[in-house]
């Protein structure tokens, strides 16, 4: 992605327990050619970081369940952000390394962003609301 297209993206706030997993995760010698993991460390340099009890209620984190449309297909989506080892196909979860988890991390209610997909294609996500996040209830070690 070049530095014209990151400056196009919305401003993103990432908690430092989520960054410091997530860079963790992103470490791992089998996500070197992850296009997505490459997109998620790109969004994570460029991020704002803020300690856990700081973020603001309407920015999605990790394990924030988000309700959000998908711009291109019209369709709404309801989505619980987590890691990839806790994507056990249960319905209504959504992993960061999957084009759409990565895309939402550290967006707000009502931003847009345009995403890369599989196969060449491309979406726009607008976040409709933050229904859970788990910082705002309290919960900052999960």
Do not use: C, K
Request: proline share 8%.
């Amino acid at each position: 992605m070049s530095d014209a297209n990151i400056q196009e993206r919305p401003p993103i706030t990432v908690t430092s327990l989520d960054l410091e997993r997530l860079e963790r995760l992103l470490e791992s010698p089998v996500h070197e050619d992850n296009a997505v993991a490459q997109e998620l460390q790109e969004e994570l340099n460029r991020a704002r970081v803020v300690e856990p009890r700081a973020v603001p209620p309407e920015v999605i984190t990790m394990h924030s369940t988000t309700r959000f449309v998908d711009e291109v297909t019209g369709a709404e989506h309801e989505l619980t952000l987590v890691y990839p080892h806790e994507a056990d196909g249960t319905p209504g979860q959504v992993s960061v390394l999957a084009p759409v988890g990565s895309a939402l991390l550290g967006l707000s209610a009502g931003q847009r962003i345009d995403w890369p997909l599989a196969g060449g294609r491309s979406t726009r996500l607008r976040v409709l609301a933050v229904v859970r996040q788990p910082e705002s209830l309290g919960e900052y070690h999960r």
